[in-house]
T-cell receptor, first 113, second 116 residues
Framework: GNSVTQMEGPVTLSEEAFLTINCTYT??????LFWYVQYPGEGLQLLLK?????DKGSNKGFEATYRKETTSFHLEKGSVQVSDSAVYFC????????????FGQGTRLTINP | GAGVSQSPSNKVTEKGKDVELRCDPI?????LYWYRQSLGQGLEFLIY????????KSGLPSDRFSAERTGGSVSTLTIQRTQQEDSAVYLC??????????????FGPGTRLTVT
């Protein structure tokens, strides 16, 4: 079945550091890929998405590129801020049918000033 | 506009009791999902409703779990004879109709269930 593997956490960085959170997937067909974020005390919200190979999703300075050849969707940000502290989830959904999301385990990110 | 709402926000129940969790999706969203977020299992899909079609129940962990969606809007997730391993945050999400995975699922704040 479909699955998502993401970098184990927790990750602690200093403000303005470069961030990479790795995500790889296993899927049949052509899934869409997502990064969701859960800020402290808040619900899950979509950070960015990509629906086909080589697409780049971007939002709030975060980027991720859909790499079919390496089945990856790594999340990057050039300069993190304290406000980026949250739990990040990589997810995929199939392009048809229920489109239910399959999530990675989540990576807790803490940014220190 | 209003987002997905869930009630109650917190529920503490004794082992063996039944519980009902409610979800109000975004108006006009035809697709509705239930997920569970627990320490041991992460975020996992439970059940999916789309319009008047038969629900996809493939993620329900046991026959103690059931869900219904009345009038294509509000959904209720019922857990019978709760067990301690049912303790988790139960998340509801809704999505507009349409093919393709590009339609975002909008999540509610969740119901934190604690079984003592």
């Amino acid at each position: 079945g479909n699955s998502v593997t993401q970098m184990e956490g927790p990750v602690t960085l200093s403000e303005e550091a470069f961030l990479t959170i790795n995500c790889t997937y296993t899927a049949t067909g052509y899934p869409s890929l997502f990064w969701y974020v859960q800020y402290p005390g808040e619900g899950l919200q979509l950070l960015l998405k990509a629906t086909k190979a080589d697409d780049k999703g971007s939002n709030k300075g975060f980027e991720a590129t859909y790499r079919k050849e390496t089945t990856s969707f790594h999340l990057e940000k050039g300069s993190v801020q304290v406000s980026d502290s949250a739990v990040y989830f990589c997810a995929l959904s199939e392009g048809s049918g229920a489109q239910k999301l399959v999530f990675g385990q989540g990576t807790r990110l803490t940014i220190n000033p | 506009g209003a987002g997905v709402s869930q009630s109650p926000s917190n529920k503490v129940t004794e082992k063996g009791k039944d519980v009902e969790l409610r979800c109000d999706p975004i108006s006009g969203h035809t697709a509705l999902y239930w997920y569970r977020q627990s320490l041991g299992q992460g975020l996992e899909f439970l059940i999916y409703f789309q319009g008047n079609s038969a629900p996809d129940k493939s993620g329900l962990p046991s026959d103690r779990f059931s869900a219904e969606r009345t009038g294509g809007s509000v959904s209720t997730l019922t857990i019978q004879r709760t067990q301690q391993e049912d303790s988790a945050v139960y998340l509801c999400a809704s999505r507009p109709a349409g093919a393709g995975g590009s339609y975002e699922q909008y999540f509610g704040p969740g119901t934190r269930l604690t079984v003592t």
